[in-house]
């Protein structure tokens, strides 16, 4: 990664984390929200972020958009074969979702934002990743 | 590991130094439903209650912290991507994958919604 590139994604992550926060979504109450049916909010951004993702995602595929490296983007497909990693991976982070009410991206940003307890959740995350990696040939997938 | 110090940044300029100093207007049946379960605080983005340096001594909210982070890495992993990889950019590539996966989101954060909260904040 060269000097442009890496302020390139320093901000991108910049605006990101910027949205997130300006969003609310990384506030634990709106997770809580969403979770209890109680309110649009979350499924308004999420559904409107995946409006402009398939726009986006056409637009790529059509002009054939190249990445920060210059290379073509490519999206690999999923292998939806594997119906037990998502259902079972996917319930663990719903769980760890709605307690914690933050996923990866939001626990950075709340960091950020001055909530230095976040550290603890971000290490659990990381030791949680690192367990997977040990642990992946002897979990389903 | 750049793109996250710039989400460290993001938070800081819209979270700290651009912050909206309106509270966020939650539903106020999720705030009632709340407050049953023993939270006070809906200031700022979370409650104090469990996101505070001083709510640590209680080992109750350690565990939340460290086993919600460690589920949320090894649920992201195992899963193959959160919300932004498979709710967002999974669901608008059309991965049949994806909607498995956010399937799998919404079982366990019902789950922990309606049947864990309860057990767990018995205030």
């Known amino acids: ?20 926060v300006k969003s609310e979504v990384i506030s634990w109450f709106r997770i809580q929200e969403m979770f209890r049916f109680d309110s649009f909010h979350m499924y308004g ?3 409107s972020a995946i409006v402009v993702g ?14 920060l490296d210059g290379n073509e ?38 960091l950020g934002s001055g909530l230095t307890i976040m550290i603890i959740p971000i290490i659990a995350a990381i030791v949680g990743t690192y367990v997977y990696g040990v642990l992946r040939t002897k979990l389903p997938h | 590991m750049v793109f996250l110090a710039g989400i460290v940044i993001g938070g800081y300029l819209g979270g700290s130094l651009f912050l909206n100093p309106e509270p966020i207007d ?21 409650p104090d209650e469990i996101f505070s340096w001083e709510s640590l001594s209680s080992p109750l909210n350690l565990s939340i912290l460290i086993i919600g982070g460690f589920l949320v890495g090894f649920g ?4 193959g991507g959160c919300t932004s990889g498979h709710a967002i ?20 954060g019902l789950f922990m919604t309606y049947i864990l909260y309860p057990i767990i904040f018995v205030s």
Do not use: H
């Open chain 2, 89 to 108: 950019s999974g669901l608008s590539n059309l991965q049949f994958a994806s909607l498995i996966a956010v399937i799998g989101f919404f079982i366990g």
């Open chain 1, 54 to 67: 398939m726009i986006s995602i056409q637009i790529i595929k059509r002009f054939g958009i190249k990445d």
């Open chain 1, 73 to 110: 983007i490519k999206i690999a497909p999923k292998d939806a074969s594997q119906v037990k990693r998502y259902l079972i991976g996917g319930s663990m982070f719903g769980l760890g979702w709605a307690l914690i009410g933050a996923c990866p991206g939001p626990l950075f940003a709340l």
């Open chain 2, 76 to 79: 992201t992993r195992y899963a």
């Open chain 1, 45 to 47: 951004i999420i559904g």
């Open chain 2, 26 to 46: 939650i539903s106020s049946s999720t705030i009632e439903t709340l407050k049953n379960l023993g939270i006070t605080d809906f200031s700022g983005f979370v």
């Open chain 1, 1 to 20: 990664m060269n000097f442009s590139q890496l302020i390139k994604s320093l901000i991108f992550g910049v605006f990101f984390g910027f949205i997130l």
